[in-house]
């Protein structure tokens, strides 16, 4: 029978043997801590412990976590709001340069941020916004300086669910209270150094004049001006003889320029001398006289003559003398020679009659009342010459819309075949998609879909289908989309920026895509009323 050997033991933590429990070289162990123990030589209990192994290898490094910054979880209230940290629509404060991440659990719901509070994917705010209108997914925004004081959260599809942002500079604290006043420092040693002597001041204003004494009287010197100029005469100035001033006369100012005794004082004008010459008027050009300010009859005759025509003056011409001295009424004016005409009256178109030789041979004689009808109605179908008209046998393109009504016993339209357009986009399936059916009936993404997508079905880019389509029209339209590993949906339907409810084939609504397929989705839009629309849909998988 096996021998079962024991060793002495505790399960209570960190305990360890005293000296009187173990005999030397007797071990013991500590389940709890699992180490053993050995008393020594020296009647010491030590622990037994294994050489350090070798270091092990570096695990492998871990994914980065987010950059610093505030997390938001953001999840739905139905349709009714967004409720973000337990609060609905809350007024949210950013701080610019800081960043944020918004955490959103909302499928069904796309949350964008943007400048004006919509509806729709319009209006974004793109600056420091990643994964923008995400309803499953984190939307990071970090918020730029050049940001305005006020930006709004939405959803795309839902009026209730919308918030504000309130953008910030900066968060500042209350002022701190004032400190304490600090000692008194030691009075500062006085100078013995005088400072510099201040500026002088300015002068005083000059005190007024004092009044002049009284003249004296009697026999002494004469008191002059200050000043005088030079050859001036002088004068008295006052009475008392006693004070003079300069005159501002000069003795040459008094010259005299003529004997006085030799100027006239009576006389008529004839009997004075170097008198003007007062020419006489003249009455006509011929009593001219040859005086420089006049024009003599003889100079006249030179502006008047053909000699002159090559002067700035009109000459008399010739021709018109010559066609005044023709004799006779009728003809026509012929010009022979230089200043020279006569009256031509054979070479020119007295009368005439005119008449048609050949309309009676033309085909257009024979046009009948009844033609000249068919002529007027077809001519109030349009121009002919603009429009052309529509053979059977040519390719003809129609970009108007063409209506064929048939009858209660004919059909509309009977083909062979017709071609629809198809365009194929090398894009993924993602965000929202704008489908405009006036340019293809099939749309086709051939790039794997790399998220949800809502689906936009609209004219043209300018033209809303509420206005192409009238009420009881409809149109059909197919869009495929490539699917990866990883499979996405068609989460939400519109018709011109507008959510619709579609009726899904089955009578249940797509929740997940089909991986590693080509999924193909076919709408029948009717519509019901103004902007009103009913939309049938499937979705077929393809592989």
């Known amino acids: 029978m096996p021998v079962k050997i024991q060793l002495k033991r505790s399960s209570v933590p960190a305990k360890v043997p005293s000296a009187s429990q173990l005999d030397v070289g007797e071990l013991a162990v500590n389940l709890a801590d699992r180490k053993f123990y050995i008393k020594d030589a020296s009647n010491n209990v030590v622990p037994i412990s294994g050489e350090t192994g070798a270091t092990g290898p570096i695990g492998l490094k871990g994914d980065s976590g987010i950059a610093g910054g505030l997390t938001y979880n953001v999840v739905n209230s139905g349709s009714s709001a967004y409720t973000v940290e337990g609060n609905a629509n809350p007024t949210l404060i950013l701080i610019k340069g800081f960043t944020y991440y918004f955490k959103v659990n909302a499928a069904g719901h796309p949350f964008f941020i943007k400048t004006i509070s919509s509806l729709g994917t319009v209006n974004p705010f793109t600056t420091g916004v990643t994964n923008n209108g995400a309803d499953v997914g984190t939307v990071t925004f970090t918020v730029p300086f050049s940001a305005p004081s006020t930006l709004y959260y939405n959803c795309q599809y839902h009026a209730g669910m919308a918030g504000v942002f309130n953008i910030i500079e900066s968060i500042q604290g209350p002022v701190g209270p004032v400190g304490a006043t600090g000692a008194t420092g030691a009075t500062g040693a006085v100078s013995t150094v005088p400072g510099p002597t201040g ?48 005159s501002g006369s000069k003795t040459s100012d008094f010259a005299l320029t003529a004997s006085l005794s030799t100027v006239a004082t009576s006389g008529a004008y004839a009997d004075l001398s170097g008198k003007p010459t007062i020419p006489t008027v003249p009455t006509v050009v011929s009593a001219f ?24 003056y009109q000459p008399l011409d010739g021709d018109l003398t010559s066609i005044a001295g023709l004799t006779g009424t009728t003809g026509f004016l012929k010009k022979t020679a230089a200043n020279t005409f006569t009256l031509d009256t054979a070479t020119y178109l007295t009368s005439f009659t005119e008449a048609d030789p050949v309309y009676s041979a033309s085909a257009a004689a024979g ?41 209660s016993t004919k059909l509309a339209v009977a083909t062979v075949n017709i071609a629809e357009n198809a365009s194929i986009i090398a894009t993924a399936s993602t965000g929202v998609i704008d489908y405009n059916v006036t340019s293809q009936s099939v749309l086709y993404y051939t790039t794997n879909a790399t998220g949800n997508w809502t689906i936009n079905f609209r004219a043209s880019t300018g033209t809303s289908l509420n206005t192409a389509l009238s009420i009881g029209q409809t149109i059909t339209v197919v869009f495929l989309a490539e699917q ?38 076919t709408y029948t839009i009717i519509k019901t009323g103004n902007a009103a629309f009913t939309v049938l849909a499937s979705l077929t998988k393809f592989k």
């Open 367 to 407: 046009v009948t009342t009844t033609k000249l009808g068919y002529w007027d109605t077809a001519y109030g179908w349009g121009n002919h010459g603009v429009a052309g008209y529509v053979l059977p046998t040519s390719n003809n393109s129609f970009t108007g819309t063409q209506s064929f009504v048939g009858g």
């Open 484 to 521: 990866g590993g990883t499979a996405y949906y068609n989460s939400a339907v519109q018709v011109d920026g507008t959510a619709v409810t579609p009726k899904w084939q089955g009578g249940t609504a797509p929740t997940a895509g089909n991986a590693t397929s080509l999924d193909v989705y």
């Open 289 to 312: 006289t040859n005086d420089s300010a006049y024009i003599t009859s003889a100079a006249l005759s030179t502006y008047l003559t053909t000699a002159s025509a090559s002067t700035t």
């Open 199 to 246: 500026a002088i001041g300015p002068a005083g204003p000059t005190g007024a004049t004092g009044a002049t004494g009284a003249a004296g009287s009697g026999t002494g010197d004469i008191i002059g001006p200050a000043s005088a100029v030079a050859n001036n005469l002088a004068t008295f100035d006052g009475t008392t003889g006693k004070l003079i001033k300069d």
